[in-house]
Protein backbone atom coordinates (compact mmCIF):
# COMPACT_ATOMS: atom_id res chain seq x y z
CA UNK A 1 0.00 0.00 0.00
CA UNK A 2 1.48 3.62 -1.01
CA UNK A 3 1.82 5.85 1.85
CA UNK A 4 0.05 8.81 0.13
CA UNK A 5 -3.39 8.88 -1.09
CA UNK A 6 -5.84 11.69 -1.90
CA UNK A 7 -9.00 12.51 0.75
CA UNK A 8 -11.57 14.62 0.26
CA UNK A 9 -14.38 16.81 1.89
CA UNK A 10 -17.92 17.56 0.07
CA UNK A 11 -20.22 20.15 0.84
CA UNK A 12 -23.80 20.75 -0.50
CA UNK A 13 -27.19 21.93 0.98
CA UNK A 14 -29.63 19.49 1.97
CA UNK A 15 -32.77 20.89 2.84
CA UNK A 16 -35.26 19.09 4.93
CA UNK A 17 -37.85 17.33 2.82
CA UNK A 18 -35.87 16.84 -0.26
CA UNK A 19 -34.66 13.58 0.55
CA UNK A 20 -34.64 12.26 -3.10
CA UNK A 21 -32.56 15.13 -4.59
CA UNK A 22 -30.46 15.35 -1.34
CA UNK A 23 -29.49 11.47 -2.15
CA UNK A 24 -28.64 12.64 -6.20
CA UNK A 25 -26.48 15.42 -4.13
CA UNK A 26 -24.59 13.53 -2.20
CA UNK A 27 -23.74 10.51 -4.72
CA UNK A 28 -22.17 13.14 -7.21
CA UNK A 29 -20.09 14.92 -5.21
CA UNK A 30 -18.60 10.96 -4.19
CA UNK A 31 -18.45 10.87 -8.21
CA UNK A 32 -16.62 14.04 -8.50
CA UNK A 33 -14.22 13.26 -5.66
CA UNK A 34 -13.95 9.84 -7.45
CA UNK A 35 -12.54 11.90 -10.34
CA UNK A 36 -10.38 13.53 -8.37
CA UNK A 37 -9.10 10.52 -7.42
CA UNK A 38 -9.98 10.42 -3.74
CA UNK A 39 -9.92 7.38 -2.09
CA UNK A 40 -11.83 8.76 1.15
CA UNK A 41 -14.62 11.23 0.84
CA UNK A 42 -16.51 12.89 3.89
CA UNK A 43 -20.02 13.93 3.51
CA UNK A 44 -21.56 16.81 5.74
CA UNK A 45 -23.78 16.18 9.18
CA UNK A 46 -27.49 15.24 8.00
CA UNK A 47 -26.11 14.80 4.15
CA UNK A 48 -29.42 13.08 3.13
CA UNK A 49 -32.49 14.11 5.80
CA UNK A 50 -31.54 17.61 6.44
CA UNK A 51 -31.79 19.11 9.52
CA UNK A 52 -34.52 20.99 11.42
CA UNK A 53 -35.37 20.76 15.10
CA UNK A 54 -39.45 21.45 14.95
CA UNK A 55 -39.43 18.49 12.03
CA UNK A 56 -36.77 16.04 14.37
CA UNK A 57 -39.23 17.32 17.51
CA UNK A 58 -42.43 15.98 15.26
CA UNK A 59 -40.21 12.49 14.83
CA UNK A 60 -38.64 13.89 11.46
CA UNK A 61 -42.18 12.30 9.24
CA UNK A 62 -40.26 10.59 6.05
CA UNK A 63 -36.81 11.20 7.17
CA UNK A 64 -33.96 8.71 8.67
CA UNK A 65 -32.06 6.66 7.55
CA UNK A 66 -30.81 2.98 8.55
CA UNK A 67 -28.18 0.94 8.81
CA UNK A 68 -29.66 -1.48 6.17
CA UNK A 69 -32.20 1.15 4.15
CA UNK A 70 -32.23 2.24 0.91
CA UNK A 71 -29.73 5.37 1.40
CA UNK A 72 -26.88 3.20 2.86
CA UNK A 73 -27.12 0.68 0.24
CA UNK A 74 -26.81 3.16 -2.17
CA UNK A 75 -23.80 4.73 -1.02
CA UNK A 76 -22.28 1.23 -0.81
CA UNK A 77 -23.14 0.47 -4.07
CA UNK A 78 -21.26 3.37 -5.62
CA UNK A 79 -18.51 2.84 -3.00
CA UNK A 80 -17.89 -0.64 -4.35
CA UNK A 81 -18.25 1.00 -8.06
CA UNK A 82 -15.99 3.56 -7.28
CA UNK A 83 -13.47 1.44 -4.90
CA UNK A 84 -13.51 4.07 -2.06
CA UNK A 85 -14.42 4.91 1.17
CA UNK A 86 -17.08 7.44 2.07
CA UNK A 87 -18.28 8.79 5.56
CA UNK A 88 -21.74 9.48 5.36
CA UNK A 89 -23.83 10.69 7.96
CA UNK A 90 -27.63 11.45 8.13
CA UNK A 91 -30.37 10.80 10.93
CA UNK A 92 -30.43 7.62 11.80
CA UNK A 93 -33.69 5.93 12.94
CA UNK A 94 -34.03 3.33 15.32
CA UNK A 95 -37.13 2.23 16.81
CA UNK A 96 -37.84 5.11 18.32
CA UNK A 97 -34.97 6.77 18.81
CA UNK A 98 -33.20 9.33 16.21
CA UNK A 99 -29.56 9.75 16.16
CA UNK A 100 -26.83 11.40 14.35
CA UNK A 101 -24.95 8.62 12.87
CA UNK A 102 -21.84 8.42 10.59
CA UNK A 103 -21.57 5.52 8.63
CA UNK A 104 -18.04 4.33 7.64
CA UNK A 105 -18.90 2.72 4.19
CA UNK A 106 -15.29 1.11 2.93
CA UNK A 107 -15.91 -0.69 -0.88
CA UNK A 108 -19.39 -1.47 -0.56
CA UNK A 109 -19.38 -2.67 3.14
CA UNK A 110 -20.46 -0.80 6.19
CA UNK A 111 -17.34 -0.83 8.23
CA UNK A 112 -18.45 0.97 11.11
CA UNK A 113 -21.44 3.69 12.38
CA UNK A 114 -20.81 6.09 15.13
CA UNK A 115 -23.60 7.87 16.72
CA UNK A 116 -23.00 11.53 18.16
CA UNK A 117 -22.35 10.89 21.87
CA UNK A 118 -22.83 14.80 22.68
CA UNK A 119 -25.31 16.80 21.73
CA UNK A 120 -25.98 20.37 22.04
CA UNK A 121 -28.47 21.72 23.78
CA UNK A 122 -30.86 22.56 20.54
CA UNK A 123 -30.27 18.86 19.62
CA UNK A 124 -31.11 17.66 23.22
CA UNK A 125 -34.69 19.39 23.23
CA UNK A 126 -35.30 18.58 19.56
CA UNK A 127 -35.72 14.88 20.73
CA UNK A 128 -32.63 13.63 19.25
CA UNK A 129 -30.72 10.88 21.63
CA UNK A 130 -27.17 10.84 22.10
CA UNK A 131 -24.72 7.53 21.23
CA UNK A 132 -23.82 5.90 24.30
CA UNK A 133 -20.07 4.54 22.99
CA UNK A 134 -17.04 6.38 21.57
CA UNK A 135 -15.78 5.63 18.19
CA UNK A 136 -12.78 3.99 17.32
CA UNK A 137 -10.40 4.05 14.22
CA UNK A 138 -10.96 1.46 11.65
CA UNK A 139 -8.59 0.54 9.27
CA UNK A 140 -9.82 0.45 5.28
CA UNK A 141 -8.47 -0.82 1.69
CA UNK A 142 -6.57 2.17 0.18
CA UNK A 143 -5.68 4.23 2.78
CA UNK A 144 -2.74 4.47 4.27
CA UNK A 145 -3.42 5.10 8.17
CA UNK A 146 -7.00 4.15 10.02
CA UNK A 147 -9.97 6.69 9.68
CA UNK A 148 -11.78 7.55 12.41
CA UNK A 149 -15.02 9.32 12.29
CA UNK A 150 -16.62 12.75 14.32
CA UNK A 151 -19.53 14.25 14.37
CA UNK A 152 -19.98 18.07 14.61
CA UNK A 153 -20.22 19.36 18.09
CA UNK A 154 -17.83 16.42 19.21
CA UNK A 155 -14.94 18.14 17.88
CA UNK A 156 -15.64 20.88 20.59
CA UNK A 157 -14.17 18.54 23.27
CA UNK A 158 -10.40 18.00 22.85
CA UNK A 159 -10.38 14.87 24.60
CA UNK A 160 -12.55 13.13 22.00
CA UNK A 161 -9.86 13.46 19.04
CA UNK A 162 -7.03 12.91 21.22
CA UNK A 163 -8.45 9.31 22.14
CA UNK A 164 -8.80 8.53 18.65
CA UNK A 165 -5.32 9.40 17.67
CA UNK A 166 -3.89 7.29 20.54
CA UNK A 167 -6.46 4.38 19.34
CA UNK A 168 -4.43 5.01 16.09
CA UNK A 169 -6.28 7.59 13.64
CA UNK A 170 -4.07 9.03 11.54
CA UNK A 171 -7.05 10.88 10.00
CA UNK A 172 -10.45 12.38 11.66
CA UNK A 173 -13.15 12.61 9.18
CA UNK A 174 -15.93 15.26 11.05
CA UNK A 175 -19.11 16.10 9.77
CA UNK A 176 -20.54 18.80 10.76
CA UNK A 177 -23.96 20.97 9.81
CA UNK A 178 -22.36 23.96 11.18
CA UNK A 179 -24.19 27.57 10.86
CA UNK A 180 -23.42 31.07 9.82
CA UNK A 181 -21.83 33.32 13.15
CA UNK A 182 -19.93 30.40 14.67
CA UNK A 183 -17.48 29.23 11.66
CA UNK A 184 -14.44 30.88 13.49
CA UNK A 185 -14.34 28.40 16.13
CA UNK A 186 -14.85 25.46 13.93
CA UNK A 187 -12.15 26.65 12.06
CA UNK A 188 -10.42 26.83 14.99
CA UNK A 189 -10.90 23.59 16.76
CA UNK A 190 -10.70 22.02 13.43
CA UNK A 191 -7.34 23.17 13.13
CA UNK A 192 -6.43 22.74 16.41
CA UNK A 193 -7.78 18.79 16.70
CA UNK A 194 -5.35 18.12 13.63
CA UNK A 195 -2.44 19.76 15.06
CA UNK A 196 -3.15 18.63 18.98
CA UNK A 197 -2.72 15.57 17.76
CA UNK A 198 -0.40 15.31 14.35
CA UNK A 199 -3.25 13.87 12.48
CA UNK A 200 -5.09 14.63 9.40
CA UNK A 201 -8.38 16.47 9.76
CA UNK A 202 -11.29 16.12 7.02
CA UNK A 203 -13.82 18.15 7.60
CA UNK A 204 -16.95 18.48 5.55
CA UNK A 205 -19.52 21.08 6.20
CA UNK A 206 -23.32 21.74 5.25
CA UNK A 207 -23.52 24.68 2.94
CA UNK A 208 -26.55 27.20 1.57
CA UNK A 209 -29.40 28.37 3.89
CA UNK A 210 -27.73 29.88 6.81
CA UNK A 211 -24.92 27.30 6.83
CA UNK A 212 -21.42 28.45 6.67
CA UNK A 213 -19.47 25.64 4.17
CA UNK A 214 -15.70 26.65 4.46
CA UNK A 215 -15.13 22.71 4.58
CA UNK A 216 -11.82 21.96 5.41
CA UNK A 217 -8.78 19.25 5.06
CA UNK A 218 -6.04 20.10 7.69
CA UNK A 219 -2.53 18.61 8.00
CA UNK A 220 -1.30 17.49 11.06
CA UNK A 221 0.76 20.67 10.98
CA UNK A 222 -2.80 22.50 11.80
CA UNK A 223 -2.29 23.88 8.28
CA UNK A 224 -5.48 24.81 5.98
CA UNK A 225 -4.24 23.03 3.34
CA UNK A 226 -7.55 22.25 0.85
CA UNK A 227 -10.98 25.19 1.80
CA UNK A 228 -14.16 25.56 0.06
CA UNK A 229 -15.86 28.43 -0.02
CA UNK A 230 -19.13 29.89 2.12
CA UNK A 231 -21.40 29.79 0.03
CA UNK A 232 -21.34 26.78 -2.71
CA UNK A 233 -21.75 23.24 -3.27
CA UNK A 234 -18.11 22.00 -3.88
CA UNK A 235 -15.44 19.03 -3.50
CA UNK A 236 -12.14 19.62 -2.10
CA UNK A 237 -8.92 17.59 -2.36
CA UNK A 238 -5.64 16.63 -0.53
CA UNK A 239 -3.36 14.38 -0.07
CA UNK A 240 -2.52 12.42 2.85
CA UNK A 241 1.25 11.83 3.39
CA UNK A 242 2.18 8.77 5.93
CA UNK A 243 5.70 10.93 6.45
CA UNK A 244 4.38 13.69 7.68
CA UNK A 245 1.71 12.67 10.35
CA UNK A 246 5.45 10.50 11.41
CA UNK A 247 7.50 13.79 11.30
CA UNK A 248 4.77 16.34 13.16
CA UNK A 249 4.74 13.33 15.69
CA UNK A 250 8.26 13.59 16.35
CA UNK A 251 8.46 17.56 16.42
CA UNK A 252 5.30 17.78 18.54
CA UNK A 253 5.26 14.27 21.31
CA UNK A 254 2.51 15.32 23.12
CA UNK A 255 0.62 12.01 22.79
CA UNK A 256 3.89 10.51 23.79
CA UNK A 257 4.76 12.23 26.67
CA UNK A 258 0.95 13.16 28.56
CA UNK A 259 0.84 12.29 31.61
CA UNK A 260 -2.60 10.24 32.19
CA UNK A 261 -2.14 9.59 35.81
CA UNK A 262 -2.80 12.92 36.73
CA UNK A 263 -6.31 13.11 35.02
CA UNK A 264 -8.82 13.11 37.84
CA UNK A 265 -10.80 9.59 37.86
CA UNK A 266 -14.21 9.60 36.73
Not at 46 to 65: E, F, L
Not at 209 to 236: F, K, L, N, Q, W
Request: charged share 20%; proline share 6%.
Amino acid sequence: MTDRTVVAAAQFAAPVGELDQNLRNALEAVEAAAELGARLVVLPEYSISGYDADWVRSGAPGGGSEATGDVVAAMAELSARRSLTVVLNDLERSGAHLYSASFVIAHGDVACRHRKTILTEAETLAGLTPGDSAASPVEVTALPVPVAPLICFEHGFPEIAMDLALAGAGVIAISSAIRTGTEYLRNLRTRARAQDNGCYVVAANAVGGSYCGESMIVDPRGDVVARASSTDPEVVVAEVDVAVIDEQRRREPVLRLRRPELRPSP
